[in-house]
């Protein structure tokens, strides 16, 4: 699956050479190869984060000076124009190399749950425990992500209404709603990273919400505060 995927994205690569910025700019590669291979391979609408900014490493490039998600949010542009066109794409992180890569979620994207990643560790040796099958997950220093077949607001309004408690930790990313995505630096420092890869898990194939967000919540009421507390 890896080796197939490598030669689609050279070839994808040789066809968009005409497409990049005059030479001098050196950029990451590993964050287009990624945008390219959400946006082609598994047809997720990706666009590129805010990014950090140039004098200041530590600050969002966004105008909001006490930002809680340094960089790793949509602004120019908007989440709006989140796109699986590789002409786009690849216009997108060849002028802007180091943007974090940002898929936007619900329609007929992933959605995604997430929670602190202590709690989320445990939850998955749960879920794994138990013979369910997962997803992709994503995971940053502070979060782990498990992305879930798309779901509105109603369904998971009915789902969360139903459950005796909810904790605030939880974090669900539907609708209108994005994620980052690796190898995207992280907001809280450090790096966001696959802990299950879509090719680990059978490609695009996602579960779907209820069959993961009861082990979900169980494991985010017993983390540090009752899962009261958001870390982002």
Not at 195 to 224: H, I, K, M, N
């Amino acid at each position: 699956m890896r080796e197939i995927l490598g030669r689609r994205l050279q070839r994808l690569r040789n066809r968009l050479k005409s497409l990049r910025p005059a030479p001098g700019r050196s950029g990451d590669q590993a964050l287009l190869d990624a945008a390219l291979s959400c946006a082609t391979a598994w047809q997720w609408p990706v666009l590129p984060g805010v990014g950090r900014s140039g004098a200041d490493s530590n600050r969002c490039a966004c105008p909001d000076p006490d930002c809680v998600v340094p960089g790793a949010h949509p602004f120019d542009p908007g989440l709006l124009a989140a796109t699986t066109d590789p002409r786009m794409v690849a216009w997108w992180w060849t002028n802007r190399p180091t943007a974090p890569v940002l898929l936007a979620t619900g329609g007929s994207a992933p959605c995604a749950v997430s929670l602190p990643a202590n709690a989320a560790a445990r939850a998955v040796v749960r879920l794994d425990a138990q013979g369910m099958r997962l997803g992709p997950i994503v995971a940053s220093p502070t979060r782990w992500a498990l992305l879930v077949a798309p779901y509105s607001l109603e369904r998971l309004g009915e789902l969360l209404y139903a459950k005796d408690h909810v904790p605030s930790a939880l974090r669900f990313h539907g609708e209108g709603g994005y994620l980052l995505l690796p190898p995207s630096p992280a907001s809280a420092g450090g790096q966001v990273r696959w802990e299950r890869e879509p090719a680990q898990t059978g490609g695009p194939w996602l579960p779907d919400v209820e069959a993961v967000v009861d082990a979900l919540v169980e494991a985010s009421s017993g983390a540090s505060g009752g899962g009261s507390r958001l870390a982002y």
